[in-house]
């Protein structure tokens, strides 16, 4: 490796010339790359949504959503199938493995749900993929003066234009907006001359339709041929021919009212107690969210003009301010970082022409990064961005040591050129072996799969990626800068005096005249060493159990959701009701900003939610939102309902999952409560919710025999219970260039079972035709796998999860289940216990990695395994730090833990590889060990607190930025390398005495053997 510097040196020219390209290109790059909250990531999952009106949740499981479940049980990669089935509608999520071609997996999905015969004819199944970028990045809320259905217009036809014309902006859709249909109402005229309801949607279908037949080849002219029209109109509908049960037709006008009008409302929104309107704004995979976000607010105020009667735009939701947030925070604490190494390099090396030419390697090795980033697609995210910081500490090491290097041999009176490539070789391949083994201990996130192994691919890439480019930068460029900026001293005496005058002034060194005595007093009492770094080990292996762990802790985003759950059969009435209770305490509490209000179904997350109520809060910049989220439970807690309320988190789950599964449904029910009962009492747990709703009362209308003499079945019976209830679709068409349901209205909706039963049907009423009888059946059905299932859902205490759930383990086994009844812990306890055991298995590669690159780096099985011992002794550290700071062991602390490995052993390598260069010069073990111990100290003291240092702003969360990822991962290195440092110092040339000394003695006994054999 030495050979880089040699070239370097003879072609300084373009090496300069190299890195101002380099640093140029670096530029650009960071402006090129998009900033994000967290890396892109495709969730797993294809989701099949199914409406079916008015039908019961008995009648959605049977006739939806098992036929599907059967029909997607072949998909390939399929993990597990979990549906719900509710009133009107079927949920089935199809989890998939990691890495499976969503894209592929979705076409399957919807090959299969739409070519499912056994299906009722009028539901149509919508599928979807689980795309991150399928999210909101933003949301909008309008309020006006208008009344709702001019807002509405107005939003159409101003708003969304411009929105979408944004760069990077996929889909703007609006919700909260009055839904616009074309009632028909018939007239007396109509049932004197016998027309019903079914006539004239038959009517609709034969004579308000267009109907392509296909192409006429004239000529060379392919004319496509088309029967009939579609109404676009108000007066073309009217005209539409109604045939007459006694011949003839007549206008659809003339026996009907036509007319546009609002349908009922089946949800309410509102944003700070006013009705609103919603806009959700989406992104394209390539857009970038705050560019975006930036646009958006700039165009408000131009917008509300344009809206004119007083309008007012909202943004209720935004990820920009938390990305903005977390970068700028991030890059402060990295400054930071920046400016405490090389203020530990000035203090060790007294020369600020030094400094400055170690300090560049810094920016030039981050831009170098950042142009593998920009290449490879990634993104400038908390991941990507948290690396980068964390390598602040770690991209000067090479650097340090290398210019130290030099200095000393320039100390010694050797001409620069020289002295340079004199000590870049004798150090190059120190810290190539190092650094790759370093970068190379990253390898093994490749195998780490799930949310974790996807989540931090970008992070391991890009920390690899910096460590690489810093080798490169110590090789090539600083020995170039040492050429242009090092001075030789000046000294008139010959080079063997100046060396020997440097090398005592050397000794005399403060950190020398420490280390000198101590390494003299363990390498003499090697056992009683041993003895007490065992002793140490142990304590250490003790003190692990009263660490806390968790899986990534809180994100810190300045939003909470609110989701107030009420009785099965709550009307939308009383919904609204209890929700404004709700809004009067959020409005009143001093840390919210503005309260987003969803009641009621609307569109397809009221099918998720089951129409629930929900509150989506924006805080105040600054906000404690795990104190806020506390207050708020406990002034929630009287109002009606179940209320939970949740910090965002990046979209990542922080909930325990308890599936409780049964083959007799009422042993579910009641193993399901006994779990909720337990959960109660265990400490660490807050709110407990059960998806096991109440049983809902519905009304089972059943015909009689005298409805089949009269030619009645239960098909038709439902056919016209729907148009009286809840109106259904005749068809549809476009008036005004806007796509709208026909329905038959004009038949008031019954109030009270008397009044359903006096609904006229055919020539009697339904009260004689059918039975019509109170029962009370479950809200919801879930099922996994095809069974059926509760899931109960708690929120354990967000920095000791590890032992939350031991907890509940425990209280699993101790419950008195009935017999066929099992209970399984998933939710973010399963996260945790996955990525563990990935993580354990990937900081096993990595030691296994990091050993091998050591074995080729010193041609010995047994050297490299007395520089391995400084890994477990780094975990000393790493447990001692984190107990005292109360930080937890999460997914976060894993990650540092891999990185601590190629770390810590970077010292040691540095270390004994000058101790071998010594040996080979004919040296003694102990005098090479003395010798090279002393000639590294600084370089490895320095190279430690310069790491240590920059990590400290990360480990102190100086700025909150990004603390849930970068504050666990710097703990846990500052601990490693604290007590890592140490040990290498003393234990690692210990261990090699002992090593070396035993071969020695081997050497010389065959020496003696030798020699007296041939004097014999």
């Known amino acids: 490796m030495g050979h880089f510097a040699t070239f370097s040196l003879r072609n300084r020219a373009f090496v300069g010339l190299a890195t101002v390209i380099v640093a140029i290109f670096g530029g650009i790059s960071l402006n090129s790359l998009r900033t994000e909250l967290i890396p892109d990531l495709q969730f797993p999952a294809v989701g099949v949504v199914v409406p079916y009106a008015g039908a019961s949740p008995e009648a959605v499981e049977q006739e939806i959503t098992v036929p599907i479940e059967d029909s997607l049980a072949g998909v390939e990669g399929l993990e597990s199938l979990n549906s719900v089935s509710s009133n009107g509608s079927a949920v089935i999520v199809v989890l998939l493995e990691y890495g499976t071609d969503l894209d592929r997996a979705r076409q399957e999905v919807e090959t299969e749900v739409t070519g499912l015969r056994t299906l009722p004819a009028d539901v149509d199944p919508l599928v979807f993929a689980g795309d991150f970028d399928q999210f909101p990045i933003l949301q909008l809320a309008i309020t006006s003066d208008d009344k709702p259905r001019v807002l509405a217009q107005k939003i ?19 919700t909260g907006a009055p839904v616009q249909r074309v009632e028909i109402t018939l007239q007396p005229r109509a049932a004197t001359a016998g027309v019903t309801g079914a006539q004239v949607a038959d009517a609709l279908n034969n004579n308000a339709s267009m109907v392509p037949a296909g192409t006429l080849e004239q000529g060379d002219t392919a004319l496509a041929v088309q029967v009939g029209t579609t109404p676009t109109s108000i007066e073309q509908l009217r005209a539409v021919p109604v045939p007459l049960p006694r011949g003839g037709t007549a206008p659809l006008g003339t026996l009907a009212e036509v007319k546009v009008s609002a349908a ?18 989406t992104k394209t995979p390539d857009g970038n969210t705050v560019q975006i976000s930036e646009e958006v607010n700039e165009l408000i105020a131009e917008l509300e003009e344009k809206l004119g009667a007083n309008a007012t735009i909202t943004v209720t939701f935004d990820q920009a301010p938390f990305i903005e947030k977390s ?215 003790a003190l692990t159990p009263l660490m806390k762990t968790n899986f990534l802790g809180s994100t810190g985003q300045n939003t909470l959701t609110v989701t107030q759950e ?81 910090a965002g988190n990046a979209g990542f789950s922080t909930d325990l999952e308890l599936v409780v599964t049964a083959v007799d449904p009422r042993d579910l029910s009641a193993a399901a409560e006994q779990v909720v009962e337990a ?66 209205a004009g038949t008031p909706k019954p109030r009270t079972v008397e009044q359903l039963a006096r609904i006229p049907v055919g020539q009697g009423t339904l009260g004689q035709l059918a039975t019509i009888e109170r029962k009370r059946v479950a809200a919801s059905i879930s099922r996994l796998d095809g069974d059926r299932t509760v899931t109960i859902t708690a929120s354990p205490a967000a920095d000791d999860l590890g032992s939350v759930t031991g907890e509940v383990r425990s209280l699993i086994d101790e419950l008195d289940l009935p017999p066929g009844t099992e209970v399984a812990l998933g939710g973010v306890a399963e996260d945790q216990a996955e990525a563990f055991a990935q993580l354990g298995l990937a900081l096993l590669i990595a030691v296994l990695i990091v050993y091998l690159v050591m074995v080729g780096t010193f041609r010995s099985l047994i050297q490299p395994l007395i520089l391995m011992v400084s890994v477990p002794f780094a975990a000393t550290g790493a447990v001692l730090l984190q107990l005292v700071t109360g930080i937890p062991l999460g997914v976060p602390s894993l990650i540092g833990a891999l990185m601590l490995i190629g770390v810590v052993v970077t010292n040691a390598i540095v270390l004994i590889d000058l101790v071998n260069q010594y040996r080979e010069r004919g040296a003694s073990v102990l005098e090479a060990l003395t010798e090279g111990g002393g000639k590294r100290l600084r370089p490895i003291v320095m190279t430690a607190l310069a790491t240590i240092l920059a990590l400290t702003p990360m480990a102190l969360g100086v700025t909150g930025g990004s603390a849930f990822i970068s504050q666990p991962l710097a703990i846990v290195v500052i601990g490693g390398l604290l007590s890592s440092t140490f040990l290498t110092l003393l234990l690692v040339p210990v261990l090699y005495l002992l090593v070396e000394r035993r071969g020695e003695r081997r050497a010389a006994k065959r020496e003696s053997a030798t020699r007296e054999a041939a004097t014999a």
Not at 264 to 278: E, H, K, L
Not at 403 to 421: D, F, M, P, Q
Not at 686 to 703: K, M
């Open 156 to 174: 159409n036809d101003v708003v969304l234009p411009e929105l979408s014309d944004i760069e990077g902006v996929r889909q703007t859709e609006l």
């Open 264 to 281: 009922a409302p089946t949800s309410y929104s509102r944003t700070n107690g006013q009705p609103s309107q919603s806009v959700a704004i």
């Open 327 to 541: 970068v700028e925070d991030l890059t402060v604490e990295g400054g930071l970082g920046l400016v405490f190494a090389v203020i530990v390099i000035l203090i060790f090396l007294a020369s600020l022409r030094s400094t400055i030419v170690t300090a560049i390697s810094i920016p030039l090795s981050l831009l170098v990064t950042l142009i593998g980033l920009h290449l490879g697609g990634y993104t400038l995210n908390i991941l990507t961005l948290g690396a980068l910081t964390v390598a602040v500490g770690r991209v000067v090491d090479d650097s340090i040591v290398v210019i130290e290097n030099i200095k000393r041999h320039l100390s010694y009176g050797v001409e620069k050129s020289a002295a340079i490539i004199t000590g870049v070789k004798e150090v190059a391949g120190a810290i190539t072996s190092s650094t790759i083994a370093t970068a190379a201990v990253f390898l093994p996130i490749g195998i780490v799969g799930g949310q974790v192994g996807e989540l931090f691919r970008p992070f391991a890439i890009t920390v690899a990626l910096a460590l690489m480019a810093s080798l490169l930068v110590a090789l090539t460029i600083i020995p170039v800068l040492a050429y242009w900026f090092l001075r030789v001293p000046a000294d008139p005496e010959s080079p063997e005096v100046v060396a020997e005058r440097a090398e005592a002034a050397e000794r005399r060194m403060w950190l020398r005249r420490i280390y000198d005595p101590a390494l003299g007093w363990v390498l003499g009492r090697p056992w009683v060493t041993v003895a007490g770094a065992l002793a140490i080990l142990l304590v250490t292996l």
């Open 566 to 646: 009420l009785k099965a059969g709550a009307s939308l009435a009383r919904r609204d009701a209890t929700a404004r209770q709700v809004e009067e305490v959020l409005s009143a509490h001093d840390a919210v900003e503005t309260v987003q209000t969803s009641v009621g179904e609307s569109g397809l997350a009221g099918l998720f939610t089951g129409g629930s109520n929900s509150f989506a809060l924006t805080l105040e910049e600054g906000s404690d939102a795990d104190a806020v989220t506390d207050e708020l439970e406990e002034q929630l807690a009287e109002l009606p309902g179940d209320i939970t309320v949740s």
């Open 679 to 744: 959960l109660q009492d265990v400490d660490g747990i807050g709110t407990v919710t059960s998806d096991a709703a109440p049983a809902q009362p519905i009304l089972d209308v059943q015909p009689l025999p005298t409805a089949a003499s009269a030619g009645l079945t239960g098909p038709q019976l439902g056919q016209v219970l729907a148009q009286v209830l809840r109106q259904p679709p005749l068809g549809q068409v476009t008036i005004a260039g806007d796509r709208l349901d026909v329905v038959l």
